[in-house]
Each structure stands twice: as structure tokens, then as C-alpha cells.
């Protein structure tokens, strides 16, 4: 015959139990917080790990001696190299897995390339008005990248993939690139010839081949706009193709004045010259 438990036991029975509850609940929550702390963490890391950073060569150690009028302008341009790579690495970190496998060479790589040769051959420039100009300068220009991060969000993978862009654009024949060329639209920049003075004839052969240069910069970019139809964001075009395209133009528009500038006054305002549109 079973007997009643005591008033008493019930209570303890009760209290036992609830206080049970309550330390299960308080592990679950502090297990889910702390699992909620983890994970962020971690993504954190993720994102961060992602993040590579671009390796540039050093350009002040291969300066000759710098007199003492340009060293202002050659110590700008050199603070400007300086920034236009922390620029890159934001830019890096900011458009983590955004693009295609092609989009840190092209958007970012690409046009650093770019600003740094413009920069450079700057530097050179203000060197050369009083002393002898260093010449090969332009091979410090492009760099590299530092992939901390491994392959994620277009880092080793995507470089390693980019010398393979060129042959799967041309495997689309002649009738593919003239209707990727119709959808992507032609780019479009001032003529730079008819708003040269005259040439001294010591300068001729100079100005002919950066003006010949120009064209060929327009015609790279040109088919660089059909090879690359639909990719990137909204900004793809400015950034990766028409930005540049100015960058080059600026650093040959430069050297073709130079040119002049050297038996003849040198033409000034042909930098106005070097922005491109795109016409569709």
C-alpha cells in the first residue's frame, strides 16, 4: 500500500525542480550567447583574413640625387605613391567578394598601375628640368598582391585566373566581339593632335609616337569594353576601363608637351584633353 508523500517533500520536490529549470535555462542562454559570440567573432576573422594587400615596389631607394628645386614636388609624388596604395588596400577590404575572378586586377590592380606610372613619371620629370632624367622608372609601377587571406574573395585564385580572360574573349570570333562591342557602347576622347602648336622638328618623331600611342590606349580600351560586357557593378566602366584610359593618357598627353617644351615653348592645359566618355 503506497503512502502520500509528506506536505513537506512536495515543496522540496517543487523547489528542486524548478531550481533545475532555472540553471538549465541560464546554460542555454549563456551557451547561445556565447555561441552567438563566437560566430561573429569568427566572421569577423573571416573577413578580415579575406582581406588581402597590395605590395608595391619601392621607388625612393632607386632615385639618383635630388636637387634641391625639385625635391618638394619629388617628395609629394613620392607621399602620393604612399596613399595611393593605402587607397587600394581600403578599396581591397571594402569589395570583399564583390566582382568576378578578374575584378581585383581590374579595378583595383589595374588602375593603381596606372596612377603610379603618371606619378612616376612625375617624379622623374621634376628631376630631369635641372639635372639628368632617370630613365626606367616605369618598371616600379605595378604591383602585386599580398594574399593573407588565401584565395577567398579574389585574391590568389583570382589572379592566378586572369591570363586566361584574353583567349576565352577571343574564342567568340569576329561576330561575337561586334555585337559585345554594339551593347557595351565605344569610348570617345578629345583629339589631342589639332590642339598641338607647332612641332619643332626635333620633337617630331617624340610627339608622333605618343600621338600614335594614344590611339592605340583608345583602341585597347575600346575592345577591353566589349571583352568584358556585363561584368563588374555600376561603377565597372569608370573604374576598371575609363579611369585608367585617362591615367595613360595623362602620362603620354605629358611626355608629348615635354617633347616640345625641350626646343619650344611648352604647351600647357593638353592635361584638359586626357578624360574620355563612353558613347552608346
Known amino acids: 500500500m503506497s503512502r502520500a508523500l509528506p506536505k513537506y517533500n512536495k515543496r522540496r520536490v517543487v523547489m528542486i525542480g524548478g531550481a533545475s529549470a532555472v540553471v538549465l535555462s541560464a546554460a542555454v542562454i549563456a551557451g547561445s550567447a556565447l555561441a552567438g559570440e563566437t560566430h561573429g567573432t569568427a566572421q569577423n576573422a573571416t573577413t578580415k583574413a579575406a582581406a588581402n594587400t597590395v605590395n608595391c615596389p619601392a621607388v625612393a631607394p632607386s632615385l639618383p ?3 634641391a628645386s625639385a625635391k618638394a614636388e619629388v617628395d609629394r609624388n613620392l607621399a602620393l605613391l604612399d596613399t595611393q596604395i593605402a587607397e587600394a588596400n581600403k578599396r581591397l577590404v571594402d569589395t570583399v567578394g564583390q566582382g568576378g575572378p578578374n ?3 581590374n579595378a583595383i590592380l589595374g588602375p593603381l598601375k596606372d596612377k603610379r606610372v603618371a606619378t612616376v613619371n612625375r617624379i622623374a620629370t621634376a ?6 632624367k632617370p630613365q626606367g622608372l616605369d618598371a616600379l609601377a605595378p604591383c602585386t598582391l599580398n594574399t593573407a587571406g588565401g ?8 589572379a592566378s585566373t586572369a591570363p586566361s580572360a584574353p583567349a576565352t574573349a577571343q574564342a567568340g570570333g569576329a561576330g561575337s566581339g561586334t555585337g559585345a562591342a554594339t551593347a557595351a557602347g565605344t569610348i570617345t576622347c578629345p583629339d589631342v593632335a589639332s590642339q598641338l602648336p607647332a612641332v619643332p622638328a626635333s620633337a617630331k618623331a617624340e610627339v608622333d609616337r605618343n600621338l600614335t600611342l594614344l590611339n592605340t590606349q583608345i583602341a585597347e580600351a575600346n575592345k577591353r569594353l566589349a571583352d568584358t ?3 563588374g557593378g555600376p561603377n565597372f566602366v569608370q573604374n576598371a576601363i575609363l579611369g585608367p584610359l585617362k591615367d595613360k593618357r595623362v602620362s603620354t ?5 615635354i617633347s616640345i617644351g625641350r626646343t619650344a615653348a611648352k604647351p600647357t ?4 584633353l586626357a578624360a574620355c566618355t563612353l558613347t552608346k
Open 65 to 67: 640625387a635630388i636637387p
Open 103 to 105: 575584378f581585383v586586377q
Open 127 to 132: 628631376i630631369g628640368r635641372t639635372a639628368a
Open 151 to 158: 584565395a577567398a574573395a579574389g585574391g590568389t585564385g583570382a
Open 229 to 231: 560586357v556585363g561584368q
Open 253 to 257: 598627353i605629358d611626355r608629348i608637351a
Open 269 to 272: 592645359g593638353l592635361d584638359t
